[in-house]
């Protein structure tokens, strides 16, 4: 039986490595290096691309003291979303670095992304916004965002040694999502208000209650079908 050279290779110490440059990369050109270190991990966790945890690990040794509770935060990136881009990936991690400052030396809010965080966001150079894109709301539950042209966070992504991005990324299983049953219907979300609305792929709905006739229309934003998944991942 042949052997598979990569086998010879460290695929953990290569993959967490790079995270932790990654980490420190940014810490020290978007954070002046005052964050602390904390676990970095891949999770998949629902459809999110990431995810920042306060306080979720502790030490062995310290957790047998009594009263000790756990210190140590989490930052988890979601490998099923390494594929789609390095840039994007570098936002999400840095994105989570966001919360982990405001945890430490903001006041965030619970489950929302308050103005804080979104003028944080925008001081290492990501624009906040509900929808992804130019136009959408810079606070609220669920955000998203985008590089601000020429801001730190675009400098220093351009300036990232190849060496180390992450070497490692999870490709989409493409007979499993060929399996899946096709949606007959999808969620809508309105970007201003967050109101959702089932209907079948392809309507356009317009949110009643953020519209102001004629002047501004507010339309609900579809979420991705599996169908137009599969084609985007193909190309």
């Known amino acids: 039986m042949q052997e598979n050279p990569s086998y010879d290779r460290q695929f953990t110490t290569e993959q967490f490595s790079a995270l932790q440059n990654l980490y420190d990369y940014f810490n020290k050109n978007l954070f002046g290096g005052e964050l602390g270190n904390c676990l970095l991990n891949f999770s998949r966790k629902s459809k999110a691309m990431g995810f920042y945890s306060s306080k ?33 990936y570098c936002q999400t991690l840095v994105h989570e670095m966001c919360h982990l400052w ?20 925008k001081s290492v150079g990501l624009m906040p916004s509900s929808t992804g894109h130019p136009g959408g709301k810079e606070v609220g539950k669920k955000m998203s965002d985008y590089p601000i042209v020429a801001g730190l966070f675009e400098l220093a992504f351009e300036a990232i040694p190849q060496e180390m991005l992450l070497p490692l990324i999870a490709l989409p299983d493409f007979e499993k999502k060929k399996a ?38 507010v339309k609900f934003i579809p979420e991705t079908t599996e169908e137009e998944l599969e084609e985007s991942e193909i190309l």
Request: contains cysteine; charged residues 30%; proline residues 4%.
């Open 180 to 217: 899946q049953k096709k949606k007959n219907k999808i969620k809508y979300t309105c970007p201003q208000c967050s109101a959702n609305v089932w209907g079948k792929p392809k309507m356009v709905i317009v949110c009643g209650d953020c519209s102001e006739g004629d002047e501004t229309i």
């Open 102 to 121: 405001q945890h430490h030396f903001g006041e965030p809010t619970q489950g929302y992304h308050n103005r804080e965080f979104a003028e944080k966001m």
């Open 56 to 88: 979720r690990w502790a030490k062995k040794s310290d957790i047998a003291n009594e009263g000790q509770k756990a210190d140590i935060d989490e930052i988890s990136l979601n490998p099923d979303f390494l594929h789609v881009s390095t840039k994007e």
